[in-house]
């Protein structure tokens, strides 16, 4: 599957040399659905899924030239969400019924004590709380 990740010079000069690296950071929320690389791959939403890394990285990125990588994945070997597939959806939504709480209490938590992140930069939980 081709598949496009958006992000700065200095992250994709690592990326390409080592790798996609999941480092552990202390005190910082993981991603909205768990740490990981995250990717856009071709869509019904009328915007190109390069079009769309660019756009993300560029918004939530840091200030540095943003770039867009181009990976093929082995789709037999990823965990993925297919919002086409019923049952997926079914379970992504147990998923945020499941964890809400924990999650809402966290981004608390970060907003009271001002702390700076992504999330907070964001304003939400991308949409999913």
């Not at 993925?80 to 964890?99: G, H, L, M, V």
Request: include cysteine; proline fraction near 2%.
């Amino acid at each position: 599957m081709e598949a496009f990740h958006g992000t700065d010079l200095d992250h994709a000069d690592s990326i390409i040399k080592n790798g996609f690296s999941l480092i552990e950071k202390l005190n910082r929320l993981p991603n909205d659905l768990g740490r990981g690389a995250y990717f856009f791959v071709e869509n019904n939403f009328g915007l190109q899924p390069c079009e769309m890394a660019y756009r993300f990285a560029k918004i939530y990125g840091s200030n540095s030239h943003t770039i867009v990588l181009k990976a093929d994945i082995e789709t037999e070997k990823t965990l993925s969400i297919n919002f086409d597939k019923p049952e997926q959806i079914i379970a992504f939504s147990k998923f945020r019924i499941q964890n809400s709480d924990y999650v809402k209490k966290q981004f608390n938590t970060y907003e009271e004590k001002g702390k700076c992140c992504s999330i907070l930069k964001r304003g939400n939980l991308d949409g999913i709380w």
